[in-house]
């Protein structure tokens, strides 16, 4: 069997003018990683990103740690199918039908980015509302066609890699709650809820044979166990 190891990238910059782009402890977390797979003896025979700053940025910090050990890994594959959701699109499409339903969301659209809490409240409501498929937008991506996506790539992967192979793959938590979906066949409204607990850098690991895909382990973490620290654990 072939086994993929697909990571949640680093913490990236919430709250800031661009979101995409890692924060200084976004890249000593995914220095952190690399250092525990190289210590416990992981090799990659593929290396696979999606499009965005924050997955490419995370797998390159394990590729250069890597390298700096002297040790072979490929260089980045990119799939857009392991691009993250589009989550400012979906809030801005969604979060003023969730917000009249629940008056006290109402103040807390004017403070999204400087309360956390606010934002967090106001999120779940949207994604949720989002992932249900009820009252699709027509200019927003659904949950239905996004996860198809990340099922598509998870295909190419397998199909290309061998059966020996241990592939990495850096994206973000929509992408892997739908790759576990795939795996175990969960609903929509139980593959997003698994999202809200996916740590930064954490490890989903699958492995894979004749097309199958079986879950091997969900968002490990022992890495950051190991340095010690809670405040390694984040989530955006």
Not at 220 to 227: E, M, N, S, T, Y
Request: glycine content about 8%; some cysteine.
């Amino acid at each position: 069997m072939g086994k993929i190891f697909m990571v949640r990238h680093g913490q990236a910059s919430f709250g800031k003018k661009n979101y995409d782009n890692l924060s200084e402890k976004g890249r000593e977390q995914s220095r952190i990683l690399a250092e525990y797979m190289i210590r416990t003896g992981i090799s990659f025979q593929a290396v696979y990103t999606g499009e965005l700053l924050r997955q490419k940025d995370t797998a390159g910090e394990v590729i250069q740690s890597y390298r700096a050990h002297g040790l072979t890994i490929p260089d980045i594959q990119i799939l857009p199918e392991f691009n993250e959701y589009r989550s400012r699109e979906i809030m801005m499409a969604y979060m003023h039908d969730v917000a009249q339903e629940d008056p006290d969301l109402q103040a807390a659209i004017g403070n999204l980015y400087e309360d956390r809490k606010a934002f967090g409240r106001l999120f779940k409501k949207v994604m949720l509302r989002w992932v249900s498929g009820e009252a699709e937008k027509p200019d927003v991506v659904s949950w239905r066609d996004f996860r198809d996506g990340v099922r598509s790539g998870m295909r190419k992967v397998m199909a290309v890699c061998g059966l020996g192979d241990n592939v990495l793959i850096c994206s973000s938590g929509g992408a892997i709650s739908a790759a576990v979906q795939m795996a175990l066949d969960l609903s929509n409204e139980k593959a997003f809820g698994i999202a809200w607990h996916i740590v930064n850098t954490s490890v989903t690991t699958f492995a894979y044979n004749d097309g199958q895909l079986a879950l091997a382990s969900f968002n490990q973490q022992a890495h950051l166990d190991l340095v010690n620290h809670a405040d390694w654990v984040t989530y955006w």
